[in-house]
């Protein structure tokens, strides 16, 4: 897959398309337009002020080839977006490494209608770090600790240790409390994520999804958990508390599935990712970065 020809711009990424095998249209531009009809008057004036490019760098005019399995790349007008109105911390900032504290609502990188509204984007803008990419993602529910990377050169090294589950996170959740079970105890099950459903579930098979659970404190009818995942597969921590018939305060997705007005932040997602902990793949220190952010249930429960 190539590298795109074109820098990051305003703290966005070009899109990557990729001319299908089965590709009918005689011209580049043709099938753009057939594809995006609605932005077709808009990719012509992209194509003629010479902002479409093809994979290998030539700008891409009216009369260039369509030709199948080969890759365009341009810059999309991002949507109008209104402000998620919180501010991501930052925890720690050095030649390799950019540690934010994110806030609820906001997702890590654009994807749908969040582009300039997410963490990725607005740090780029604001920091004027072109090359900042995320190790790993959060969910734009969950607040916590997000480690990005602020160097071509090291991004692999340190999102390796995400992918290879070199990295100790640690999260907490507020739910119901649960007298009735004994902590600590691990949850272990398979969890698949269907594509365009919006809950992950648990099936029968091979497990892939494992979490330690156990209970940090309790305050009448509720209380805080202490969240280790040992994988991280889509929605597991959700998923394996409503399991144990303890969903986390604030989701709109488990157990049951209700609509949020997306400017509706009156209640969010009271999973916080805590903390993160690794052997750093450059320096070899061990290196710790706890998030500074409190669980609103929790603090405004009664001790």
């Not at 012509?44 to 010479?50: A, N, R, V, Y």
Request: a negative charge.
């Amino acid at each position: 897959m190539p590298d795109a020809p074109l820098p990051v711009r305003d703290g966005l990424n070009p899109t990557r398309l990729r001319i299908p095998e089965n590709c009918t249209s005689e011209t580049v531009v043709e099938y753009l337009c057939t594809r995006f009809p609605d932005d077709a008057a808009r990719i012509e004036e992209k194509i003629d002020s010479g902002e479409v490019f093809s994979g290998d760098g030539t700008v891409i005019s009216r009369t260039s080839p369509c030709v199948p399995r080969t890759f365009v790349f341009l810059y999309r007008d991002p949507p109008a977006e209104t402000r998620v109105p919180f501010e991501i911390d930052i925890l720690h900032h050095d030649d390799n490494l950019l540690v934010a504290d994110k806030p609820h609502f906001l997702p890590t990188i654009p994807r749908g209608s969040w582009v300039a509204e997410t963490a990725l984007v607005r740090l780029r803008r604001e920091l004027d770090l072109p090359e900042l990419t995320p190790a790993h993602r959060l969910d734009r529910l969950t607040a916590g600790v997000l480690v990005f990377t602020v160097r071509r050169e090291v991004r692999r090294a340190y999102q390796m240790l995400f992918e290879n589950r070199m990295v100790e996170k640690e999260y907490e959740a507020v739910a119901p409390a649960a007298p009735h079970l004994g902590f600590p105890l691990e949850t272990r099950s398979r969890i698949v994520k269907e594509r365009g459903v919006l809950q992950a579930r648990e099936v029968p098979g091979e497990i892939n999804a494992v979490t330690h659970l156990d209970v940090h404190d309790v305050r009448g009818d509720r209380a805080l958990y202490r969240l280790l995942p040992r994988t991280g597969k889509t929605h597991q921590l959700r998923v394996h508390m409503n399991s144990l018939g303890l969903p986390i305060m604030g989701d709109p997705l488990y157990p049951h599935v209700y609509d949020v007005a997306r400017d509706d932040y009156s209640s969010p997602l009271q999973l916080l990712a805590r903390a993160v902990e690794f052997d750093d793949p450059i320096t070899g220190r061990r290196t710790h970065f706890t998030s500074r952010r409190n669980l609103a249930a929790w603090d405004h429960s009664t001790p």
